[in-house]
């Protein structure tokens, strides 16, 4: 199982979407939705870049997330993803800071 593939399994399931929803809800054609999605859960096949923008924007998610290998990392892309524009602005100058007095 790739990053991709196990990153996609948790969100979907974590939105309680299916994997029939999910795929149609991101443009894949109805028929095989069900199928690409599990071949993409399964790391058989590699979504087109496309694809992935859209899976992502169904979820609510940053399309980075889905490639983090670390669950830190993936955790903040995805709280950072939804703050609003001021709040990511002060979030970036706190980390800032963090970082230059460590």
């Not at 028929?31 to 859209?54: F, L």
């Amino acid at each position: 199982m790739t990053t991709f593939s196990r990153r996609l399994k948790e969100a979907r399931k974590a939105r309680g979407f299916s994997q029939e929803r999910l795929g149609i809800e991101a443009g894949i054609e109805p028929a095989s939705a069900s199928a690409r999605m599990n071949q993409y859960e399964k790391g058989v096949h590699q979504p087109g870049e496309g694809i992935v923008q859209q899976i992502a924007a169904v979820l609510n998610l940053p399309v980075s997330y889905f490639y983090c290998e670390d669950d830190e990392t993936a955790h903040l892309l995805q709280c950072f993803h939804l703050l609003k524009e001021q709040d990511r602005k002060d979030v970036i100058d706190l980390v800032e800071r963090l970082a230059l007095s460590s």
